[in-house]
């Protein structure tokens, strides 16, 4: 079907109007009753529900569009493109601010929402292919790597997952992994890996968990970054297989392996589906995350922390739609792990760096962590994640040093007070330096 520009114009204005009217509708429901929360979530799926209709028609390709009318719809520089593109274009550093950004790789920092999978390279991948004496076709793994949408992504991870073969594999991810820690002076790191797919594979979890825990061990001890696991234990394949991945994590009883998170397919896997999970795990002394909000409307983040009583929300980006969940937030102290890329990229609520939540999250109170979820694949690191809220979203030097120490504050590292002090100093140090 054939749709011109002017009618998709016209559509994408009715929308922004009906969720406008119904955010009016939804402001006039009082606060207090008890059908207060209950209603507010019905509005809440319905404007979901709009901006994702609204999401699909901005993501239309169009031929030879009127540059004045997309620039004020979409708000990016199309000055030199004729389609509108999935995703953004990189996050581009101006040379003016080259000491800034030193400044800000060389600062100590901690990563709490970061995959494993995600930071293998394509030499890596390339390498672990011809350790199994697999056919390599370079020109194959890097049009992978150049995804353009989500499916694409989706794509590109189960090649890398289906790539490792044997627990030894690891070893050259942990490398990879140790390297881009060192790279931003991360000093501490809490990493997700998915065991589902390794597992369907035929791998067994108990020496892959093995082979992790000891490549961390090691690490520590060389003075590298001190790195804990948290097992993805995956909403993809339903409760019955995270329960068994949590019983697994709780067999195997490794001193860095300190807890599981919730990732995989948001919408196919409702949070409250996993309450027993949860709720297991917490009883043995597991810490417990979950993505959240990422791909769903905040009545998911309501649930995961309601109900799975998570104690960190993974992206939590639609959290901005529901102004209770942002004062239950802010008022349990319930910190949120920001992935400003990984979220412009996905595209599900944010398009644009300068409307990422996360300067209002700051605002408001709510705790925020920075964080890249997945480096190598989208070809982020943190110094620059650090970079884009200085540049986009007007983050001051001395914000992002309190962002930083929200980050140690909000980690379940054991001896917090300690490492903050340490990083203190290093930082104070590092401001005379590059006098910032
Ligand atoms: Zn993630």
């Not at 979950?290 to 980006?317: C, F, N, Y």
Request: hydrophobic residues 40%; contains cysteine; proline residues 5%.
């Amino acid at each position: 079907m054939k749709l011109t520009f002017e009618k998709i114009y016209k559509k994408i204005k009715h929308i922004e109007s009906e969720i406008k009217e119904l955010q009016n509708l939804k402001n006039k429901v009082p606060e207090n009753k008890e059908y207060s929360i209950e209603l507010h979530l019905a509005f809440d799926k319905v404007i979901n529900d709009l901006i994702n209709q609204k999401l699909e028609l901005e993501q239309l390709e169009i031929e030879n569009p009127s540059k004045e009318l997309l620039q004020s719809i979409f708000s990016v520089d199309i000055a030199t493109a004729s389609t509108i593109q999935v995703i953004p274009p990189p996050l581009r550093i101006e040379e003016k601010d080259q000491e800034v950004l030193n400044f800000l790789r060389r600062i100590p920092k901690v990563e709490l929402h970061l995959h494993i999978e995600a930071c293998i390279s394509k030499n890596t991948i390339i390498q672990i292919l011809q350790e199994h004496n697999e056919k390599v076709d370079e020109q194959e793994i890097e049009k992978l790597y150049n995804f353009k949408n989500l499916n694409d992504f989706i794509k590109l991870f189960l090649f890398i997952l289906d790539s490792i073969k044997k627990p030894e594999d690891f070893i050259f991810i942990f490398n990879n992994l140790r390297k881009y820690l060192e790279k931003n002076h991360i000093q501490y790191a809490e990493v997700f890996y998915a065991p589902s797919r390794l597992i369907q594979n035929g791998l067994p979890f108990e020496e892959i968990a093995k082979v992790l825990d000891s490549l961390a061990k090691e690490c520590q001890i060389e003075g590298g970054p001190e790195v804990k696991f948290l097992v993805d234990v995956s909403r993809t394949f339903g409760p019955e297989n995270a329960s068994k991945n949590l019983q697994r994590v709780l067999k195997a009883k490794l001193d860095n392996h300190i807890g599981i998170g919730l990732g995989g397919a948001e919408l196919m896997g409702p949070a409250r589906d996993f309450k027993d999970v949860f709720a297991q795990a917490r009883a043995n002394g597991l810490h417990c995350v979950a993505h959240s909000g990422e791909d769903d409307g905040p009545w998911s983040i309501w649930d995961t922390v309601k109900i799975l009583k998570a104690e960190r929300i993974g992206h939590g980006t639609s959290a901005i739609q529901d102004p209770n969940l942002m004062e239950y937030l802010r008022d349990k102290t319930i910190p949120i792990e920001i992935c400003l890329t990984s979220n412009l990229i996905t595209g599900k609520y944010v398009r644009n760096p300068k409307d990422h939540p996360v300067r209002r999250y700051y605002d408001f109170g709510i705790p925020c962590t920075i964080n890249t979820d997945d480096p190598e694949i989208f070809n982020i690191d943190l110094t620059q994640e650090y970079y884009n809220l200085y540049k986009y979203l007007n983050f001051s030097i001395t914000e992002i040093i309190d962002l930083v120490k929200m980050s140690v504050q909000y980690s379940f590292h054991p001896k917090k007070n300690m490492l903050w002090n340490k990083f203190f100093k290093e930082i104070e140090e590092l401001r005379k330096i590059y006098s910032i």
